[in-house]
């Protein structure tokens, strides 16, 4: 393939590098050039374009992902259509994720054209997640190479999502004097929701004292008739030979580990009794925070073994977040109130359904909406407020003239929304802890629902996504945390912030802000009833 600029006259089948104009017309980027396409660039005084030309033994970017992704052996995981060069693998059922690195690592190292990028070792997705992605990185790609790879692909299974089974569960909970009865209950609580995630039922529960000989005749009933027992100790295991360990022995059962190196979690006990797998669970797992105890149950629930020494490797990456309930935080955590929210208003699209006018120009009490929301944006609680413009973009630009904010011009905004997207977040400051996605054709959220959402994001600590909503329903703006944007960073096509809300498996909060979550303008009828008017 060669790629780099070519005369017009030799440009017919040529790949676009780059979205280009001819007039009113708009190529995109990899927009296969035909002899039309070449006669309408010259009409239009276009001499030469940046743009790849295949060679004969060159596969398409789309049909090389395809072809490998097709030659992978695969379980529980289905193939998605391939575009943009990209074919994108999704967990058939919820599960644990499971991956062959050496193959990963092998297939990363035939050539930089070729790339696999896939979920970490062990995590846990849900049913549809994206768990792993093809990228073919130029335009077309060396048939050898793709053999290459393919041959690679036939040494066996490459990844897997091994599905939850439901499981039966027994649950011990150990007293003593003073211990509330309301931290019992709410525990039982925790546990029969970690459980119907994947299907699963607590079947019973045993309240007995913290003491070795309760605990094992306990613990032998309940293995009986479930498939697993979990033991809540009313006081955190101090020793290797403290009561649930024990009582694990005393019943007749074996320890496979007793302690993790993942915190929350380190004082984790796992065991066997008569076949089946016994926990001791450290206190954290009284929280439905993410911890050591998940990582261990979750490997049980979808029948993959779980050895010591499975445990003893879990220390790298088994820092996990704070638990903010625990007594003694490991550090304090930054003044919530400081964390810095960034606006990211969009305003590049084409207005497409308005049949020509920009919507955005469209006067609402004889002011340009997009001025209307960027006013509303400047005067809440964010930190600061960045423009994307694209479609029309100094006609947008002089409507919000004297404004403080920042223009982040997006030269793809017809590629789709997650071009404005990247565009808009990568001119937020470092030190932004989320961004809040605002649309410029809502004009029904005001400056205070921006408030309500910031202070939501604050006081979850800045690691959730904040959602607006109207009677319950999702809607718009949506608030994102830092950790996604690197996410956000490899979107493509009309792609948004749904897709990732929904892959990246983020707590969501919802706030309720009324009806003006859910009223845009993409209409005539929707902008006059909303008390607009067109200008052309």
Not at 37 to 48: F, H, P, R
Not at 199 to 206: F, I, N, Q, S, V
Not at 216 to 244: K, Q, T, Y
Not at 467 to 482: E, I, S, Y
Request: aromatic content about 4%; overall charge negative.
């Amino acid at each position: 393939m060669k790629f780099g600029p070519i005369p017009i006259d030799a440009a017919e089948g040529a790949v676009l590098a780059h979205a280009t104009a001819a007039g009113e017309k708009r190529f995109r980027k990899a927009h296969r050039l035909s002899a039309e396409d070449v006669s309408t660039l010259k009409e239009a005084g276009v001499s030469q374009v940046v743009a790849a030309v295949l060679a004969p033994d060159d596969l398409g970017e789309d049909a090389a992902a395809q072809k490998i992704a097709e030659s992978m052996t695969l379980g529980g995981i289905e193939a998605k259509p391939a575009a943009t060069g990209r074919v994108n693998l999704h967990a058939k059922a919820a599960g644990i994720f499971t991956v062959n690195a050496a193959v990963i690592d092998a297939i990363n190292a035939v050539d930089p054209a070729i790339t696999i990028a896939t979920l970490a070792q062990h995590a846990s997705v849900e049913k549809g997640q994206m768990v792993a992605t093809v990228k073919i990185i130029p335009f077309a790609v060396s048939s050898s190479l793709v053999a290459a790879v393919t041959e690679i692909c036939a040494s066996g299974e490459i990844f897997a999502v091994n599905a939850y089974r439901p499981m039966r569960v027994g649950v011990i909970q150990t007293v003593l004097p003073g211990t509330k009865p309301t931290v019992l209950d709410k525990t039982l609580r925790v546990t029969e929701a970690r459980l119907a995630r994947s299907g699963g039922w607590l079947t019973a529960e045993r309240r007995t004292p913290h003491e070795i000989a309760p605990v094992a005749e306990a613990a032998i009933a309940l293995a009986r008739d479930n498939d697993m027992v979990v033991i809540f100790g009313a006081s955190a295991m101090s020793d290797f030979a403290d009561v649930v360990p024990a009582a694990i022995e005393g019943a007749g059962g074996t320890i496979i580990r007793a302690g993790m190196p993942v915190d929350p979690g380190n004082l984790l006990v796992l065991g066997t009794l008569g076949g089946k797998r016994i926990i001791g669970a450290p206190g954290c797992a009284r929280s439905p925070k993410e911890n050591g105890f998940d990582w261990v149950l979750d490997r049980l629930i979808a029948g993959l073994d779980v050895t010591a020494r499975d445990i003893a490797g879990m220390g790298v990456g088994g820092l996990l977040m704070e638990i903010p309930t625990r007594p003694q935080p490991r550090e304090p955590l930054p003044a919530k109130s400081r964390l810095k929210v960034g606006i990211v208003l969009l305003a590049a699209g084409r207005s497409s359904r308005m049949g020509g006018p920009n919507k955005l120009m469209a006067l609402f009490d004889g002011q340009p909406l997009v001025r209307r929301t960027a006013e509303r944006a400047l005067a809440s609680k964010a930190s600061g407020t960045i423009v994307v413009t694209g479609h029309q973009r100094e006609r947008v630009r002089a409507a919000l003239s004297g404004l403080d904010v920042t223009f982040a011009d997006n030269p793809d905004f017809a590629d789709g929304l997650s071009t404005s997207l990247k565009a808009g977040t990568a001119y937020l400051p470092e030190d932004a802890a989320g961004a809040m996605i605002v649309l410029g054709d809502m004009p029904g959220v005001a400056s205070d629902d921006l408030d309500r959402l910031i202070d939501a994001f604050r006081r979850a600590g800045g690691n959730s996504v904040v959602r607006a909503t109207h009677q319950g329903k999702r809607g718009n703006p949506v608030l994102l945390p830092r950790s996604l944007f690197a996410a956000i960073a490899h979107l493509e096509g009309d792609t948004g912030a749904r897709h990732l809300v929904e892959a990246e498996g983020l707590d969501v909060i919802d706030v309720e802000i009324g009806e003006g979550a859910s009223v845009d303008v993409d209409t005539r009828e929707a902008l006059e009833g909303a008390g607009g008017v067109l200008q052309d």
